[in-house]
């Protein structure tokens, strides 16, 4: 019904800046939580920024340094890395689901993204 693909992983040095890209394709007018986690090995999933398109909820991770935009043309959402650390690194999903507010938490999601890689080294 959804179907989510992202772009953008990659490797880049401490202190750097990374943009990832998620289209979703699909039927998606009644999707309204959007957002962006991660997994690094031997880790549960951690939500990193979710929202609804009112309110967004950020993981204190990494608030004040990632962001998210919507380009509503183009049904595609943004997370914007900056002050990238080497704890960063990790296997980065976006997710949509139908609950009308954001939670970190991944069991509300039914959408994933396949993952892509960002290696963040020292």
């Known amino acids: 019904q959804v179907q989510l693909v992202e772009s953008g992983g990659g490797s880049v040095q401490a202190g750097g800046s990374l943009k990832l890209s998620c289209a979703a394709h699909?039927?998606?007018?009644?999707?309204?939580?959007k957002g962006w986690f991660r997994q690094a090995p031997g880790k549960d999933r951690e939500g990193l920024i979710v929202t609804d398109g009112s309110t967004t909820v950020y993981a204190d991770s990494v608030k004040g340094r990632f962001t998210i935009s919507q380009d509503n043309a183009k049904n595609t959402q943004y997370l914007e890395m900056s002050s990238l650390k080497p704890e960063d690194t990790a296997m980065y999903y976006c997710?949509?689901?139908?609950?009308?507010?954001?939670?970190?938490?991944?069991?509300?999601?039914?959408?994933w993204g396949q993952g892509t890689q960002v290696d963040v080294s020292s």
């Open positions: 699909g039927y998606t007018y009644n999707i309204y939580s």
């Open positions: 997710a949509a689901g139908y609950r009308t507010e954001p939670t970190l938490l991944a069991g509300d999601f039914r959408y």
